[in-house]
Protein backbone atom coordinates (compact mmCIF):
# COMPACT_ATOMS: atom_id res chain seq x y z
CA UNK A 1 0.00 0.00 0.00
CA UNK A 2 3.12 2.16 0.68
CA UNK A 3 4.57 2.11 -2.64
CA UNK A 4 1.24 2.63 -4.29
CA UNK A 5 0.49 5.72 -2.49
CA UNK A 6 4.04 7.20 -3.09
CA UNK A 7 3.48 6.29 -6.97
CA UNK A 8 0.12 8.16 -6.74
CA UNK A 9 2.15 11.07 -4.96
CA UNK A 10 4.61 11.00 -7.11
CA UNK A 11 2.56 12.03 -10.30
CA UNK A 12 1.75 15.95 -9.06
CA UNK A 13 4.44 18.40 -9.03
CA UNK A 14 5.47 19.15 -5.46
CA UNK A 15 3.18 22.52 -5.26
CA UNK A 16 0.47 21.17 -7.06
CA UNK A 17 -3.02 21.90 -5.68
CA UNK A 18 -6.09 19.73 -5.47
CA UNK A 19 -9.11 20.71 -4.52
CA UNK A 20 -12.37 17.88 -3.86
CA UNK A 21 -16.08 19.46 -3.73
CA UNK A 22 -14.71 23.03 -2.07
CA UNK A 23 -11.69 21.32 0.37
CA UNK A 24 -8.50 22.68 -0.92
CA UNK A 25 -4.69 20.82 -0.97
CA UNK A 26 -2.18 22.18 -1.47
CA UNK A 27 1.37 20.22 -1.72
CA UNK A 28 2.33 16.86 -1.64
CA UNK A 29 1.75 16.37 1.85
CA UNK A 30 -1.67 18.02 1.94
CA UNK A 31 -2.54 15.81 -1.01
CA UNK A 32 -1.25 12.88 0.90
CA UNK A 33 -3.66 13.36 3.61
CA UNK A 34 -6.59 13.70 1.18
CA UNK A 35 -5.38 10.11 -0.55
CA UNK A 36 -5.33 8.73 2.83
CA UNK A 37 -8.93 10.05 3.65
CA UNK A 38 -10.14 9.94 0.60
CA UNK A 39 -9.12 7.93 -2.66
CA UNK A 40 -6.39 4.31 -1.64
CA UNK A 41 -7.10 5.47 2.13
CA UNK A 42 -11.02 3.90 1.39
CA UNK A 43 -9.93 1.38 -1.77
CA UNK A 44 -11.27 3.70 -4.01
CA UNK A 45 -11.42 1.99 -7.69
CA UNK A 46 -11.87 4.12 -10.63
CA UNK A 47 -13.27 3.90 -13.97
CA UNK A 48 -12.90 6.66 -16.83
CA UNK A 49 -16.06 7.07 -18.71
CA UNK A 50 -14.92 9.62 -21.11
CA UNK A 51 -12.24 12.46 -21.32
CA UNK A 52 -11.91 15.83 -23.33
CA UNK A 53 -9.52 17.92 -23.22
CA UNK A 54 -9.99 22.17 -23.52
CA UNK A 55 -7.27 24.75 -23.43
CA UNK A 56 -4.44 22.85 -21.47
CA UNK A 57 -6.85 20.94 -19.30
CA UNK A 58 -8.13 17.84 -19.51
CA UNK A 59 -12.09 16.66 -17.95
CA UNK A 60 -12.25 13.55 -16.97
CA UNK A 61 -15.69 11.85 -16.39
CA UNK A 62 -15.10 8.79 -13.69
CA UNK A 63 -17.08 6.59 -12.56
CA UNK A 64 -16.14 5.42 -8.36
CA UNK A 65 -16.34 2.40 -6.37
CA UNK A 66 -15.18 1.64 -2.83
CA UNK A 67 -15.29 2.19 0.52
CA UNK A 68 -15.74 6.45 0.37
CA UNK A 69 -17.70 7.77 -2.63
CA UNK A 70 -19.18 5.56 -4.94
CA UNK A 71 -21.19 7.07 -8.01
CA UNK A 72 -20.06 8.96 -11.07
CA UNK A 73 -18.17 12.94 -11.12
CA UNK A 74 -15.97 14.48 -13.21
CA UNK A 75 -12.05 15.70 -12.53
CA UNK A 76 -10.57 18.75 -14.22
CA UNK A 77 -6.17 18.18 -14.62
CA UNK A 78 -4.20 20.93 -15.71
CA UNK A 79 -0.33 19.38 -16.48
CA UNK A 80 3.22 20.85 -15.89
CA UNK A 81 5.03 18.62 -17.97
CA UNK A 82 3.90 14.59 -17.15
CA UNK A 83 2.89 16.16 -13.39
CA UNK A 84 -0.69 17.09 -12.20
CA UNK A 85 -0.18 20.65 -11.16
CA UNK A 86 -4.12 20.70 -10.62
CA UNK A 87 -6.89 18.66 -9.67
CA UNK A 88 -10.12 20.00 -9.72
CA UNK A 89 -12.97 17.47 -8.60
CA UNK A 90 -16.72 18.77 -8.78
Known sequence: MRQTCQAFLDTFTSDAFLRDWG?????REQIA?????DN???QSQLRIVRIASA????????A??????????DM??????D???SLVIA
Not at 55 to 62: E, F, Q, S
Not at 64 to 73: A, D, H, L, Q
Not at 76 to 81: H, K, P, Q, S
Request: charged content about 25%.
Open 64 to 73: VKGKGFNGEG
Open 55 to 62: DGAYRVRI
Open 40 to 42: IGV
Open 23 to 27: RSFRG
Open 83 to 85: LIS
Open 33 to 37: RWNQS
Open 76 to 81: TFTLDG
